[in-house]
């Protein structure tokens, strides 16, 4: 064997092993030191970012997020609200008018950088509103680290849209998405998205953060607070010791998250709990008639976390942080702000297990949100509606969880308003329309592979894409090969169908012919999107008698499902409209003939699926 092909030889390994290993991702750590000017809601700002750079590319420039720029008359924001008028967020418009034209101008948001520096050099940089593109002093070579240093000030906007001042319910303010923010960096390139009004998306990162405000506050965060007892709220006797302008120092700590945010008031109260292998979970809010059902949240609460680790993998945080902020519900690292106001306990539950969900599937899982943010949106409601159909079931019997979603999702496809779930979050032209695509097609997504592959397979494939992708950054890619491997099948042409169009599912029952000895029925395709079709018979008898029909795409059929056991009928080809098969059940016997009786198949038209038998 001569030198030249074991050269040859080893390159082909080193390609082979680089491919093989081609995931990575940034990291950050965030020191930063915050005084708060509460009367005039302002603060001033420092902060140091070691930033590392694990991928295979040189850097020459780094981005950072600057969310705040957004909230002002003019912005891209102010003109996606006034071109979607009133099809877009009712929070950001009244009547289709957008409010962030009349923003006074001491109530605008802003991060105004004061200098920049890397390893001591100041850099050059330059404001694309919510976008800053620094110009580094040296280029980040793959596997190095560099330092960051930054000052800034910042003014707390009128709340709008998640972050700001003086909200509805009467918090002094939200902070969130309220530090510039160093972008992601990945494969794809720099994330680097303008804030219109939708996602977020950040590398991992440690947070050692000081809180510097007026002594009489109460800071609710996501993190871990160091130094409680100097501090009001959380301890039933503080050593508050406040400095020469009456401020005291709040000292939060949080590892290997995307972001840090917190919310301050004068009236928060402070109550906690310790969920048996799971979070401390904490409550900050002002406790009145209107946020009673507060009180009533802890068994419900334990339970909801006791579910999630179950069936979709253990919440890794020491704590999480629900807190009254004011603008509905948006999640964060460790904490969610949400609308304390609440008409009763459920829909307060509601609320919170969706905004908590995020931690699995934004949090842990995060994927890009501005780019997938069905992955997002999508898997949190899955996870809403499985837990709320368990800790409240509903009064009157539902076939499953998700059936509220799939109706909805029926009914909307008749407006002609439905737009792919593979736009990019802030570039969907109708708010309803974004609605659908991320939070119910992204929702339905996870529905519909449980009919496919069956239950069982995608309860394997859930815990397998948390065991697989938790605390990194995975994309739809990673998660349809996950299905794949456990399932057996192929599902690519079902994500493409699903995600990439607005094509719909419509199968009916055509004919049924009763003969002397048998039933022979006929089903047509009347829609776009192949599926295998789960048949069902009830008997005069009552007994359920449970058929597959095959779809050729998958490659390998479904075996067992939630209906118990099945008898598998011939292969259904794609292209083929119309399929005949025959069964061995006389008129006599028969009650009623369906498509799917559990309705999870997201059919756009279920008035053919059903025949009674009379």
Not at 133 to 154: C, G, H, I, R
Not at 234 to 261: E, G
Not at 265 to 293: C, H, I, M
Not at 394 to 423: C, D, Q, R
Request: glycine share 6%; proline share 4%.
């Amino acid at each position: 064997m001569t030198k030249h092909f074991l050269l040859f030889i080893t390159l082909i390994c080193g390609l082979f092993s680089a491919q093989q290993n081609a995931y990575y991702q940034q990291f950050a750590k965030y020191k930063m030191d915050i005084d708060v000017d509460a009367a005039n809601y302002t603060f001033q700002g420092k902060q140091s970012i070691d930033y590392t750079n694990n991928s295979p590319d040189e850097l020459n420039v780094v981005y950072f997020n600057l969310y705040w720029n957004a909230f002002k008359p003019g912005s891209m924001m102010d003109q996606r609200v006034q071109f979607q008028g009133k099809t877009g967020d009712s929070r950001l418009n009244v009547n289709g008018i957008s409010r962030l034209a009349s923003i006074p101008k001491d109530q605008e948001g802003a991060q105004n950088i004061h200098w920049i520096k890397q390893n001591g050099k100041l850099l050059k940089f330059e404001i694309q509103e919510t976008i800053m593109k620094v110009y580094l002093d040296q280029p980040m070579k793959s596997n190095s680290s560099t330092k960051f240093t930054m000052e800034w000030d910042a003014n707390i906007p009128m709340q709008i849209r998640r972050s700001g001042r003086n909200n509805r319910e009467g918090i002094d303010m939200t902070v969130t998405q309220w530090y510039p923010k160093i972008a992601e960096y990945d494969y794809d390139g720099w994330a680097a998205f303008d804030y219109v009004g939708r996602e977020f998306h950040a590398p991992f990162a440690d947070f050692d953060v000081n809180i510097k405000i007026d002594k009489n506050y109460v800071i609710g965060a996501g993190g871990t607070l160091e130094n409680p007892s100097d501090v009001k709220g959380y301890t039933d006797s503080p050593s508050i010791k406040a400095d020469k302008n009456d401020k005291v120092n709040w000292h939060w700590t949080a590892k290997n998250m995307l972001d840090f945010a917190w919310a301050a008031d004068r009236d928060y109260s402070v109550e906690s709990f310790s969920v048996l292998n799971g979070p401390k979970v904490y409550l900050v809010y002002q406790k009145s008639e209107k946020t009673k059902a507060w009180s009533e949240l802890k068994p419900y609460i334990t339970k909801y976390y006791q579910l999630m680790n179950a069936a979709f993998g253990d919440y890794v945080y020491p704590s999480y942080a629900f807190i009254q902020g004011g603008d509905g519900g948006m999640e964060y690292g460790m904490c969610t702000m949400v609308l304390g106001e609440a008409k009763s306990v459920e829909s307060l539950c509601g609320l919170m297990f969706h905004e908590g969900s995020h931690s699995w599937f934004q949090q842990m899982m995060a994927t890009n949100e501005p780019m997938y943010p069905w992955m997002d949106e999508g898997f949190t409601s899955y996870a809403e509606d499985y837990v709320m159909y368990q800790i409240f079931p509903p009064k009157e019997a539902k076939p499953n969880p998700f059936i509220n979603s799939l109706h909805a999702y029926e009914k909307f496809t008749k407006s002609g308003l439905e737009e792919p779930a593979v736009w990019l979050g802030d570039h969907h032209d109708n708010g309803t329309a974004y609605t659908y695509s991320t939070y119910v097609k992204g929702e339905t997504f996870l529905v519909e592979l449980g009919y496919i592959m069956g239950e069982e397979n995608l309860q394997k494939t859930m815990k397998e894409y948390y065991n697989q992708w938790h605390q990194k950054h995975p994309t739809d890619r990673d998660f349809i090969h996950i299905a794949q491997k456990v399932s057996g099948m192929d599902l690519k042409w079902f994500h493409h169908y699903w995600i990439n169009t607005t094509k719909t599912i419509d199968y009916g029952i055509k004919n049924v012919q009763y003969d002397m000895t048998s039933t022979t029925i006929t089903l047509a395709n009347n829609s776009q999107v192949p599926m295998p079709i789960d048949f069902n018979v009830l008997l005069k008898d009552k007994t359920i008698v449970n058929y597959q029909i095959p779809l050729n795409l998958t490659r390998t059929f479904k075996t067992k499902d939630i209906n118990g056991d099945f008898k598998s009928l011939a292969i259904w080809q794609w292209t083929q409209r119309e399929y005949t098969f025959t069964i061995p059940y006389t008129k006599d016997q028969l009650a009623v003939l369906g498509i799917d009786f559990s309705q999870r198949l997201a059919d756009v038209n279920q008035a053919d699926n059903i025949v009674e038998v009379k």
